[in-house]
């Protein structure tokens, strides 16, 4: 388990610790000797973590347990990628039903069938007048949000394949062309592979068979994708931004119901039901953010 610390000029990985298992009372005890190990305990104000049970359980989780062992409270900065999974699974739910698979059954269709799938002969997504019409007025901008945090580093190729699709999608051409890499891993745990999947199929639905169901559904997860999902997942992993970008995210999903009323109400129900991420705290320095 890695530990690192980070701060005003600082970033430094402190050890890459051998756990004997992954319980939260191993991960804080690890935590909390390579903290006293570097002398750094009184500096110690906030922690950045995954939203495993094994980390956010109220007695036994790893952040619960750090803060007993340094005898004090600390920020939380929870990974908002979790937030980004169960929002696009309920947007998801609303549009394709519920499931108990652990595939998506359309993705699966999809994956059999790429083989034979002429990648030439693609539809950018905003051919279609529906989703032209209801994309229209945001489209330059996410093709501008794109290509400008494409030039930042992303740490992961699907990260790179999703900016690349959006650009794809609305029309335009990604700085090194146009190409697509073929269908990976899924299940309903993988919410990026939502994403990509859903764009790919749009693209390439005119050589691959949709029910009329299927057709709608993957037109409005389309669309809540350029409308809210690209800039909420980029601000995602950014902790000094989230109050403010998570304040914005429940603007932008209750909003959405002049677009689609079910899923603006399944999806900002579901991220109302997880706001234990904005604390009072954290919701303070909304007040002082850079984009505000």
């Keep these: 388990m890695p530990v690192l610390v980070s701060g005003k000029r600082v970033s430094q990985l402190l050890a890459v610790a051998k756990l004997p298992s992954r319980t939260g009372e191993a991960q804080a005890a690890s935590v909390f000797r390579v903290i006293e190990d570097w002398s750094i305990a009184d500096s110690i104000r906030a922690m950045c973590f995954d939203t495993t049970s ?7 989780g790893a952040c619960f347990l750090l803060e007993q062992k340094l005898g004090k409270g600390l920020l939380s900065l929870a990974c908002r990628h979790h937030i980004m999974e169960l929002i696009i699974g309920t947007v998801f739910q609303v549009c394709f039903g519920a499931t ?15 083989g034979i799938i002429d990648k030439a002969k693609y539809e950018p997504g905003i051919v279609t007048d529906e989703v032209a019409s209801l994309v229209e007025d945001i489209k330059e901008g996410a093709i501008d949000y794109a ?3 494409l030039e930042q580093n992303q740490p992961r190729d699907d990260y790179k394949e999703f900016l690349e699709l959006v650009i794809v999608f609305l029309g335009a051409v990604p700085a090194r062309g146009v190409g697509f890499m073929s269908p ?11 994403v990509i999947y859903s764009l790919k199929i749009w693209m390439f639905k005119a050589q691959f068979k949709l029910t009329p169901a299927e057709e709608r559904g993957l037109r409005d997860v389309c669309v809540f994708i350029m409308r809210i999902y690209l800039k909420a997942w980029i601000s995602a992993p950014q902790a000094s931004g989230a109050p403010y970008s998570d304040l914005l995210l429940l603007l932008s999903l209750i909003q959405y119901s002049s677009i689609h009323s079910a899923i603006s ?22 007040f002082f953010d850079r984009e505000k």
């Design 147 to 149: 290509n400008e945090h």
């Design 184 to 194: 990976g891993a899924m299940h309903h745990a993988r919410w990026m592979s939502k």
């Design 265 to 286: 109400k399944s999806a900002s129900r579901k991220f109302s039901n997880h706001l234990w991420y904005l604390s009072q705290e954290l919701a303070s320095l909304a």
């Design 100 to 114: 108990s698979s652990p595939e998506v059954s359309l993705f699966k269709r999809f994956q059999e069938y790429w």
């Design 54 to 60: 094994s980390n956010t359980g109220r007695i036994a």
